[in-house]
């Protein structure tokens, strides 16, 4: 994984001195989950969760000085879930696949809208279970508010096809009733969320 | 670290070019970290390392006088490399783990340290020309790096301190156990693997590949295959035989060995020797099943083998010689009515099985101690361990199920709890494939390292002492506890899996020794899944079959003898 430092960030004018959502804007900015959080990052619709993103999860975007954003891409990992297939945990990776919306720094909480495209990919290595051939078609998260502390609306993880790539080595009807796949009330959760501009952390005035 | 495994791993491109096989394994790189030693006591400047002078102890054995020759390899006739004799020879008192070291695997696609650690010497690290006993152990751990499940690789650590010595890659390589053997008895160990054509292949030390066999020991297209989805016959020809682990035995006495892998028998350059047609895809979809681990035994003691896949056995020839109604499990032999016969235990979900040398089911399946349900399906999907732990004369079954941890003893009518301790679950329910073992760390009979669901309570055997408490995580999976002298200090190594978040599959491993490197002298050998500490010599050749007796263990390390200056071995 290349380091944060490494993924170049342009820094864009700065505008003018009047209130801006962001004051250093640029190009392929990180927008970084909190790491080790003990708060669930992902709700299941059944009370099953992901928590402990232990290292660096981001996607990356262009931002301009309005806090428009331009996705570009996103690293996120396996995350432990604490739903089994016998006694082996399941893991889930949430793999955006775009982010739009605004982002405004400007006031005393960041304040976020987001409309975010995402698939769900799962892993558990001894039933043969990967993140090729579980994983679930898009489906879309929005979230608003202040992404110190903030919960997306409800959504539906769509259910494993039970084929192709949602085949899960036979698995599919096994993980979609052990994450409530395909039923609505699934929410992700923003804690202590920060985003950069190459080293410098996103502000707005 | 991660850049320090990839600039390992150049340069163990480099040596592969240049090693043929037999080579002397590579060298070790300087400065590759990954360990953290932090923690407990340190190696002392009495542990040896490589051919340094072994250390003097406090009067067992691992001391030798100077003018003698180290004990570096196994003399004929033997299967330990014997350390000499100290005087007197008397017994540690007591016990005190500490972390030694601490292995940590590291990148943002680490997945899992999904099998126990293995131990044996990997390479000249004394630089004497050869790899023997006086190296410095070497452990070796298999690594799953992304969700595709599609990059293993192994890590080879130093035993003295946890650094990463090298890495091993040659791509393809699969989720299976692998097991380190000397199969052509060149003196330089072989590492078997599985890689993702559903082919065993032979790896040197280096990692250079030896030779790729051409049986298919699991279905590639039913585990691999995305889009189409493949066919249920392929998924089932896969499920239950791809997640095994390698095991190798003379199944003849012939001196070529078998290697045993899911459900095939293979000669000794990967090509089949038989196979069970079904390799259990009469189990169709279950949620929960564990992998079929084969090991063989001379259950008769007529100088052949017997190859046991669990709810399976055959005969050496490839012929049936039981078929259990039960789903897949694990065998483990012992001679429980000292008869110099080998009976099996077999462990499945649905309890214990007891088969006959002839085959024969005995009773089962059963569940100690009161026949009650599991309270989770994988309740008793932990392998056993089987060692003389009372003193009797007969062996035991050290046996954990998601609730207990127990001491059986195997009687003809069924099995008899001898002890019974009840985990401290605290939560957590026990893991897949973690299990109890033994060993004999103060030379007065062995110890029962008795797992639990964070840890390991260390038990005076059946007395009640309590010798010492290993809390490793406050999470789960630190699976099954391997014993060995991993530095060859002469004195005994414990080396557990750990997980550093709740629910996360284990990505750490650590090492543990006494505090004060008290004399208990183990073997330097850990060399495959179903560990049988008499079949095969301390450098990873295969042993000469010995007679089954009352004191063959199974998964359990053994304790050294020493050698007099002048005498046998006692």
Partial sequence: ?205 | MRAAIRSAHLLLVASVITCAAGDLGPTPIPGAGGADGSGGASSSSSSSTGGSTPPVGEGGAGGAPAELPKSCTVRAGEIDALPWCDEPSAPADGIELVKKWHYHATGSDVIAILNPPLVANLNDDDGDGAINLCDTPDVLVPIVYDGALHHVQFVVLSGKDGSVQWTIDPGGLTIASPAIVDLDSDDVPEILVTNNAGHVMALSPSGAVLWEGTAEVFDPVGWYQVDPTPPLENTLRARFVTFSAVSVADLEGDGSPEILVGMSVLDAHGNLRFQDPTQGAEFGLPTHFEAIRPVAADLDSDGTMEVLFGHVGYRADGSELFRLPITPGWSHVGDFFGDGRLSVLVVSAEGLTLVSPKGERLWGPVRPPDDAPPSVPFGWAHPAAIVDIDGDGLPEALVNTNERRMVLRIDTSGPVVLRSEPLPLNGWNLTDRSGSTAFDFRGTGPDWLAYHAQGLTLLDGMGPTRLDELMVAGFAYPGFPVVADIDNDGSADVLLRKSDCKNCWPTDIIAYEDVQHRPSPARRLWNQWNYVAGAFREDAKLAPAAKPSSKTTFRVQSRLACRPPEGEPH
Avoid at chain 1, 56 to 83: E, I, L
């Fill in chain 1, 1 to 205: 994984m290349a380091s944060i430092s490494t993924i170049a960030c342009v820094t864009l004018s700065a505008g003018s001195a009047q209130a801006s959502p962001i004051d250093n804007p640029g190009l392929n900015c990180t927008f970084r989950f909190e790491q080790n959080s003990s708060i669930p990052f992902l709700d299941f619709s059944n009370g099953k969760s992901a928590t402990n993103l232990s290292t660096v999860n981001y996607f990356t975007a262009d931002t301009d000085s309005a806090g428009n954003m331009g996705f570009v891409g996103s690293t996120m990992q396996a995350v432990p879930t604490d739903a089994f297939i016998g006694g082996n945990p399941i893991s889930v990776r949430l793999l955006f696949t775009d982010v739009s919306g605004t982002t405004d720094l400007s006031g005393a909480d960041p304040d976020i809208n987001w409309t975010m495209t995402a698939r769900a990919q799962f892993v558990e290595p001894v039933n043969g279970v990967t993140t090729l051939n579980c994983q679930t078609a898009t489906f879309t998260i929005y979230v608003t508010g202040n992404w110190d502390d903030t919960t997306s609306s409800a959504f539906t993880i769509p259910a494993l096809s039970g084929s192709g790539s949602g085949a899960c080595n036979g698995l599919s009807s096994v993980i979609n009733t052990a994450l409530g796949l395909g039923t609505n009330g699934a929410t992700l959760s923003l804690y202590k969320f920060a985003a950069y501009n190459g080293v410098n952390p996103l502000s707005g005035s």
